[in-house]
């Protein structure tokens, strides 16, 4: 319910913005949304790049979760699964899920729109419309920067949901239509990325993908990012 009322005021804020910006059209406003998507995009990768290498709690069972060879749908298992996650926090339980999606891929996919987008809109992208709608209200920023705005929040908020179409293949048609126009990547467009765990770590589209590769390879030469922290240990 709390995630449902967090989506439920988000879309509420993000109407009075889109009526806000359309009362004063611009002609920078479509650049602006284009660079509201591509730094969704450059967030959609800094994130997965963290989530994928920042180390889980270890001591906990994660390693057991992590490497069952039984079935999942068995008892053993989710009342191993229960007992794990209920020690987790929502940021943990995240680290998790995206260290468990690489050997599982199509899992999330299978995962219902409000699972893959809830923490994102609850513990980010609700606080920042609300704090970007203050800095509006108080600052004399130009209205045309409202397009950034929004197209950056809808970007990150659905940038989960984004990822895990890219594992399934009924997709809906606004996302097919979206593909067309350059503003979705393709599934072939993922798959460098899970053969090799080192590159191209955006999911919306992929523009920020040479950034963000770049900064990749230089972190890794400063020591960070090591291979240890993609697996439960």
């Known amino acids: 319910m709390t995630i449902r009322l967090a989506l439920a005021a988000l879309a509420a804020l993000l109407a009075v913005d889109c009526a806000w910006m359309l009362s ?13 998507w591509y730094l969704a995009d450059m967030m959609s990768g800094v994130v997965h790049m963290y989530m994928d290498y920042k180390p889980s709690r270890a001591g906990i069972g994660l ?4 490497f069952y060879t039984g079935s999942r749908e068995s ?21 998790y899920d995206f260290k468990n999606h690489h050997p599982r891929p199509d899992a999330l996919g299978r995962r219902t729109m409000l699972h893959q987008i809830g923490s994102t809109i609850l513990f980010t992208t609700l606080p920042f419309a609300l704090l970007a709608n203050a ?31 890219l594992h399934r293949a009924d997709v809906p048609l606004t996302v097919r239509v979206m593909r067309r126009l350059g503003l979705l990547m393709q599934p072939a467009d993922h798959v460098a990325h899970h053969a090799t765990l080192a590159q191209d770590f955006s999911t919306i589209n992929g523009w920020s993908n040479p950034v963000l590769n770049r900064a990749f390879v230089a972190l890794r030469r400063r020591g960070y990012l090591p291979d240890e922290g993609l697996i439960p240990q």
């Not at 390693?63 to 992590?66: H, I, V």
């Not at 008892?75 to 680290?95: C, H, K, S, T, W």
């Open 75 to 95: 008892a053993e298992y989710l009342a191993l699964r229960d007992r794990v996650f209920g020690q987790l926090n929502p940021l943990e339980r995240l680290i």
């Open 63 to 66: 390693d057991q979760l992590f």
């Open 24 to 36: 004063a059209l611009s002609l920078w406003m479509l650049p602006a949304a284009l660079l509201g």
């Open 135 to 165: 800095a509006f209200l108080l600052l004399p920023l130009p209205r045309w920067l409202l397009a950034a705005m929004i197209a950056f929040t809808i970007g990150a908020s659905f940038a989960q949901y984004f990822h895990g179409t």
